[in-house]
Structure formats: structure tokens, C-alpha cells
């Protein structure tokens, strides 16, 4: 969650790192909900296949 809210941060402008363009901004979210999503995808196919890490979810 601490790492979410940094990047939340960071996109705004905040911690001293340059704030982004709003073309920018909707790049990094189209990038961001596709990684999640390729993410999800892969963790469901793992748990199918029954090789998710232990404690992993």
C-alpha cells in the first residue's frame, strides 16, 4: 500500500520528481492497469496449474 500511495506521489508531482504532462499521466495509467490486469492473468493461470508459491495469496 506504501508503495502505491509513493507512486501516487510521484505521478502528482510530489517528492521532488517533476510533475507529468496529462498525456503523460493517461500513459502511465494505460500502462499501469495493463501490467495489473497481465498481473492478475498470470497469477490465475499460475493457481490453475497449481504452481503458485506457497503463501503466495
Known amino acids: ?3 502505491r ?3 501516487v506521489l510521484w505521478v502528482d508531482g510530489g517528492l521532488g520528481a517533476p510533475a507529468l504532462s496529462d ?3 493517461q500513459g502511465v495509467k494505460r500502462l499501469t492497469v495493463h501490467l495489473a ?3 492478475t492473468r498470470l497469477l490465475v493461470l499460475q493457481q490453475r496449474r497449481g504452481t503458485a508459491p506457497a503463501g503466495g495469496g
Open 5 to 7: 500511495a509513493a507512486g
Open 23 to 25: 498525456a503523460q499521466y
Open 37 to 39: 490486469r497481465e498481473l
Open 1 to 3: 500500500m506504501r508503495g
